[in-house]
């Protein structure tokens, strides 16, 4: 029984819940998603279908979902969590044994009518999971060595998973979501810095012995690492579609070339204008003030998901918050950075924002869990 | 699990802190972002900016109007047709199949037309448009435009192609064009980008070779917006090329026709030179070929056809043919002989039938022998013992540079393919050529204008244009490039005795019309237009012993291969030279039979600028003439309509 429980009666019931709803963040996802509803409409050549109608559509079911996931109240939730990561788990393997191949990556279980992403519904339990195992375990416990280690394992077991897909964007969100909620949860740093400190020994023990006679790695290893890193170094090839995207993104200037006149995406120079590559679009059509817009209105969302988590005393509820607004970051960072070069192409879409019905519907349904961390606790 | 109070408030605490970390961290990232964005499209905009035009931005070539070809009286000779092609796009044409077979049922289609394009069009992308007819008579155009509702993805199309309205009878001089080989762009260091345009055509013979840099013209450009496919999505703007300069030829092209007529049925050529600017009025060769052919495409057969022929209608005889000059060369010895001092125009040699040189017996045509023989009689009379002697007092390399002074051996600036220098062979060419020390035998041979001596029908025609003005008459064959008129060949006195050549010239007057000159039969009567010419008849190979025995005597008993060039040069009017002609039937027989016949026809159409009266002919020949003016003006007309048809 957790601190929320005992006080239960100070938690607003029936429709009084929609009063306490979390507003400015459903206002901004409702923002953001409009201006994907606009660049949808604008790469498609000016028309609703065949993206930004079933898009509409399934923002439409999402917010749906997200106030029935948010009127649960978040115990029920949290009794859920277990059960909901084991489930994840299961169709992970399931996708890696009877899953489609669908962009040279197993990553879909077909389920007759609807095509599921298991890792998209990992991200979300991955994150319950932990939340709740936080909430269970004694604060004094927080660091022990054994009770670090089980989280870790926790986090492994999907992450080697989906990098076996290979699905390396969401296999990087599942590692730095997980962690985020441990280090939230108060694990002591010095794991962290260990482990960080590990990580930048090895990759620079792997660069620095390039050439030597330790070499760690075949050379066909390090050119297909260069190529990840840098894909100038192949025009042709992985290069040509960041290329094309930063040329999209920095010809759109102060004030872009305006809705629909973006030479870039209109003429098929831009791969996946519709999905990963959406915010190169965006950024040619409406210049710095609407990239720069888009990227505020993210902020705020992680900004009030925070403000929230930080301002409930309510152990899951604040953790799920926290890794939610973390994994939602995730992704429209990894994405931003991705297509302005800052790092390597990974397959990670714009949140909201990129084509796509898994995606939207999972986050929209983590949106649901922060809804009801906010609504339901005591006031 | 219930939590008591303190847990929870050091839990909250704890989570506090840790999420200002988290908060922090995001927002320096979303700063990292807001920054590079900031830098890129900001600081860096402009450079991203221009690397996206140039990326939607396509340069392509207008192909530019090709220069025409007029005669010169402004006669077309190439033009650009206008003609039509039907065209599908696969991406509108639905069931390509069907659209295909609807088109079939509607024009005539061959089924190798409808397979041909069916592979362009698998092998292209969908948007881009394959021509399924050329060359599609208008009826068609209208039924395809009419029925576009139930044919989509076809259209019909309006191009430009070459066409030559005289067809065969200008092929060698205007020469064809074709599409651009890989072997055309080896030659070229640095090739026109248009060359590069699909389909497009170049001069590949004659005129249409030699200007094509004056006929192509520059290309226009149009900047288009494409997709990273390659799609033209629209056009921005389009600057028009520049095109190619007309070339008037000096070339009568109704004379052209003639003598293409009268040479019908011979392998022969003719020249006809205007003596006041060295004007190419006439440069046929026989047999002869349609250049539009080649504009569409050769078939196999018809190129065959053309290849195999022994008569190589394919050749520009009068610049690529060089003959033994036979006894046309006489002049050139004769002058050579004046020239020199060595020898008077009274100095007479004595013809008793041969001359042994050498050990060797040379015969005079006349077995008999000509008897004390002076220069004006030996030319016309052409008797050979007078040239065997002559040239061994004065030796070949004065005749040589005579030869070259008149024209033969030389090279001659004419636009045409592959032009012959001929050879007017003196003792260092021996030597260069076959590294042998030249003979007296070289030299007797050479005197009559056999042996080593090559002379191409135009050197011919120049070397009797020389003689009858005593000027470097130079042929020109274009006598204006884009409005500017050329240079003309009137040329400048050589500097030979006047008197010299006066007594040449009349030995030449004499040859047509003395009662004993050999070219008696072919004179001009009407006054003031008589010719003065000479025969010439080469011999490809000596009838051989064993040969006589079998009684091979005559030509014609021999093959076609073996019998002899007949040869025949002139100008006229002899009082006021205009013309001067030269005529080359290749195993023709005897030059005063069958070539001076030929050069009177063509040159009393050139005095008279068309047919002339049948009182320039001697009487007992009219009947006949009339005949065969009747035949020739048929041909031609029936000649025209037919490549017009074409």
Redesign the interface.
């Known amino acids: 029984?957790?601190?929320l429980e005992?006080n239960a009666k100070f938690v607003p019931t029936g429709f009084r819940k929609l009063l306490y709803l979390n507003w400015p963040v459903i206002l901004l996802l409702a923002a953001v998603s409009s201006f994907g509803f606009l660049m949808l409409y604008s790469v498609a050549g000016g028309s609703a279908t065949p993206w930004m109608e079933p898009q509409v559509k399934r923002f439409g079911v999402g917010m749906v979902a997200m106030l029935v996931v948010a009127m649960v109240p978040i115990w029920f939730w949290r009794n859920m969590a277990l059960i909901a990561y084991g489930g994840s788990l299961a169709l992970l393997v399931a996708v890696d044994m009877f899953g489609e191949v669908g962009m040279g990556a197993q990553r879909w279980i077909d389920l007759g009518p609807i095509r599921l992403q298991p890792s998209e519904l990992m991200k979300i339990s991955l994150v319950m999971f932990l939340a709740a195992y936080y909430d269970?375990l004694p604060?004094r416990r927080t660091s022990h060595p054994f009770w670090v280690l089980l989280p870790v394992v926790f986090i492994s077991i999907p992450t080697l998973l989906t990098l076996a897909q290979p699905d390396l964007g969401t296999a990087l969100l599942l590692l730095i979501g997980g962690a985020?909620v441990m280090?939230?949860?108060?694990v002591h740093w010095a794991y962290f810095a260990t482990v960080i400190a590990a990580g930048v020994g090895t990759i620079y023990a792997v660069f620095a012995s390039r050439g030597t006679t330790w070499q760690l790695l075949k050379d066909y290893q390090y050119r297909r690492i260069d190529t990840f890193l840098d894909p100038s170094n192949d025009p042709l090839g992985a290069g040509y579609h960041i290329t094309?995207a930063?040329?999209?993104?920095?010809?759109?200037?102060?004030t872009g070339r305006g809705f629909m006149q973006g030479?870039?995406s209109?003429?098929?120079?831009l791969p996946e204008k519709h999905t990963d590559f959406i915010f190169t679009t965006l950024?040619e059509e409406f210049?710095?003030v609407g990239?720069?817009t888009l990227?505020a209105l993210?902020?705020l969302i992680?900004?009030f998901c925070?403000v929230s988590?930080?301002n409930n005393?309510d152990?899951f509820a604040?953790?799920v918050t926290?890794g939610i607004a973390?994994t939602f970051?995730l992704f429209f960072?990894v994405n931003?950075?991705m297509v302005?070069g800052?790092a390597p192409v990974v397959g990670v879409p714009l949140p909201l924002v990129s084509y796509g019905g898994s995606a939207m519907l999972v986050l929209l349904l983590a949106f649901g869990l922060v809804q009801s961390a906010h609504v339901h606790k005591p006031r | 699990m219930k939590r008591p109070p303190k847990e929870t408030q050091q839990s909250a605490r704890s989570i506090g802190r840790r999420s200002l970390v988290i908060g922090a961290s995001q927002l320096a990232m979303v700063g990292v972002l807001g920054w590079r964005m900031r830098s890129m499209q900001v600081d860096e905009g402009d450079i991203y900016r221009s690397l996206a035009e140039e990326n939607r931005i396509n340069m392509r070539l207008i192909a530019p109007a090709r220069g025409l070809v007029f005669d010169r009286n402004g006669v077309p000779l190439a033009v650009n047709e206008q003609n039509y092609r039907v065209i599908i796009t696969r991406e509108d044409a639905g069931d390509v199949d069907d659209t295909l077979d609807r088109l079939a049922r509607l024009i005539n289609l061959s089924p190798e037309e409808v397979e041909s394009a069916k592979a362009e069009m698998a092998r292209r992308p969908a948007f881009v448009p394959v021509t399924v007819a050329e060359r599609v008579p208008w009826d068609d155009v209208a039924k395809v435009t009419v029925n576009a509702p139930a044919l989509p993805g076809i259209t019909a199309e309006v191009g430009l192609s070459r066409h030559y309205p005289r067809g065969s009878d200008t092929a060698h001089v205007v020469g064809y064009v074709g599409p651009v080989s890989d072997y055309d762009l080896s030659k070229i260091e640095d090739p026109d980008p248009l060359l590069q345009i699909p389909r497009f055509q170049i001069g590949k013979t004659g005129v249409e070779a030699k200007y094509e840099d004056v006929l192509r013209g520059s290309a226009g450009t149009k900047r288009i917006e494409v997709n990273a496919a390659g799609r033209v999505m629209r056009e921005i703007d389009r600057e028009e090329g520049k095109s190619g300069a007309d070339i008037q030829l000096a070339i009568d092209s109704r004379l052209q026709s003639y003598a293409e007529a009268r040479l019908e049925g011979e392998s022969a050529s003719v020249v006809v030179m205007d003596l006041e600017s060295g004007d190419l009025r006439a440069v046929a060769s026989a047999p002869t070929f349609d250049p539009n052919l080649f504009v569409r495409g050769i078939s196999g057969p018809d190129w065959r056809a053309l290849n195999e022929n022994k008569y190589r209608p394919l050749s520009a005889k009068t610049v690529q043919g060089a003959y033994p000059p036979g006894s046309t060369f006489k002049m050139v010895v004769a002058m050579a002989a004046l020239e020199s001092g060595l020898v008077g125009p009274e100095d007479t040699e004595y013809c008793p039938g041969y001359t042994e040189v050498g050990g060797t017996r040379f015969h005079c045509w006349k077995r008999g022998g000509h008897g004390n023989v002076n220069m004006h009689r030996s030319l016309q009379e052409s008797c050979d013992v007078y040239y065997y002697e002559v040239s061994q007092k004065i030796g070949i390399d004065r005749i040589a540079e005579m030869a070259r002074r008149l024209g033969v051996g030389v090279e001659h600036d004419v636009p045409m393919s592959a032009v012959s220098m001929g050879v007017a062979p003196d003792t260092q060419w021996k030597r260069d050529r076959y590294g042998e020390a030249w003979r007296i035998g070289d030299t007797v041979n050479a005197s009559i204008g056999q042996g080593y001596v090559l002379a191409t029908p135009l050197q011919l025609a120049v070397m009797s244009a020389r003689l009858a003005t005593g000027r470097d008459v130079r042929p020109r064959l274009v006598h204006s490039v884009g409005g500017v008129i050329q240079p003309s060949g009137a040329g400048e006195p050589m500097g030979l005795n006047e008197n010299f050549l006066r007594r040449v010239r009349a030995a030449m007057f004499d040859v047509s019309n003395a009662q004993r000159g050999t070219g008696f039969g072919a004179r001009i009567v009407a006054e003031g237009m008589q010719m003065a010419g000479k025969s010439g008849t080469s011999q490809v190979r000596r009838i051989t012993a064993e040969e006589r025995a079998r009684g091979v005597t005559s030509n014609a008993d021999l093959p076609w291969e073996r019998r002899d060039h007949a040869l025949w040069v002139n100008f006229a009017p002899y009082d006021n030279p205009r013309f001067a002609v030269s005529v080359v039937v290749e195993h023709g027989g005897g030059g005063s039979s069958v070539a001076a016949p030929i050069a009177r026809d063509v040159t009393l159409q050139a005095l008279y600028d068309g047919p002339p009266p049948l009182e320039a002919y001697p009487s007992n020949l009219r009947d006949a003439i009339a005949e065969q003016q009747k035949r020739i003006e048929n041909h031609v007309a029936r000649g025209m309509t037919a490549s017009d048809r074409a």
């Open positions: 029984m957790s601190y005992t269970w604060l985020t280090f939230a949860a108060g094309q930063k040329i999209a993104l920095g010809s759109g200037g102060w030479t870039q209109r003429l098929n120079f950024a210049g710095f990239a720069s990227l993210y902020a992680i900004f925070l988590a930080v005393r152990r604040s953790l926290i973390m970051f960072a931003m950075s302005m800052l």
